[in-house]
T-cell receptor
Framework: DAGVIQSPRHEVTEMGQEVTLRCKPI?????LFWYRQTMMRGLELLIY????????DSGMPEDRFSAKMPNASFSTLKIQPSEPRDSAVYFC?????????????FGQGTRLTVV | AQTVTQSQPEMSVQEAETVTLSCTYD???????LFWYKQPPSRQMILVIR??????QNATENRFSVNFQKAAKSFSLKISDSQLGDTAMYFC?????????FGAGTRLTVKP
């Protein structure tokens, strides 16, 4: 398995534009997580899915953020409209049957820069 | 490859006493950040304390402080005046701009 695949690796966009981040989890994993990483706040859980169903989205910062998982092999995180303070690295992770962060497999992240 | 090691799978401490959780890491990077996270059963990662590698002064946050030894690549967490609410899993994490690693975690139990 190629692991968790995220795209794009880097995204630079202008303030106000819509940004869509994509994630392909490891096949067979039941849980999918979206995290945001900044050096000031560290790692923040935004939302997670279990069997394609959103379970906890309390970490989503604002209504500008939305996430979907239309099937077991694909998820998106959308920011509309984007703002400079959204600049961060966004990680997608998946795990088979655990909520422990250390048992999740992380993608390589998408570095988002909003100018 | 960058690695993070927490050698204490479980620890316990009496309420009001002090406990130290250990963490070592291995990296060839010079600029990085270190974090301690608390993870209660709810799974949310709660940031306890952070340390920039370029800062020599140890970070402190109320009852939490770190002993950062850059040359030894050591980053221990000291919890003073332990409280029952401190019972949780604690993860040490190492981060650069493009990479993130976690230790295996230490389960801390504070006993009344």
């Amino acid at each position: 398995d190629a692991g968790v695949i995220q795209s794009p690796r880097h995204e630079v966009t202008e303030m106000g534009q819509e940004v869509t981040l994509r994630c392909k989890p490891i096949s067979g994993h039941d849980y999918l997580f979206w995290y945001r990483q900044t050096m000031m706040r560290g790692l923040e859980l935004l939302i997670y899915f279990n069997n394609n169903v959103p379970i906890d989205d309390s970490g989503m910062p604002e209504d500008r953020f939305s996430a979907k998982m239309p099937n077991a092999s694909f998820s998106t995180l959308k920011i509309q409209p984007s703002e400079p303070r959204d600049s961060a690295v966004y990680f997608c992770a998946s795990s088979r049957d655990s909520l422990k962060v250390t048992e999740a497999f992380f993608g390589q992240g998408t570095r988002l820069t909003v100018v | 490859a960058q690695t993070v090691t927490q050698s204490q799978p479980e620890m316990s401490v009496q309420e009001a006493e002090t406990v130290t959780l250990s963490c070592t890491y291995d990296t060839s990077e010079n600029n990085y950040y270190l974090f301690w996270y608390k993870q209660p059963p709810s799974r949310q990662m709660i940031l306890v304390i952070r340390q920039e590698a370029y800062k020599q002064q140890n970070a402190t946050e109320n009852r939490f402080s770190v002993n950062f030894q850059k040359a030894a690549k050591s980053f221990s967490l000291k919890i003073s005046d332990s409280q029952l609410g401190d019972t949780a899993m604690y993860f040490c994490a190492f981060m650069t701009l493009n990479d993130m690693r976690f230790g295996a975690g230490t389960r801390l139990t504070v006993k009344p």
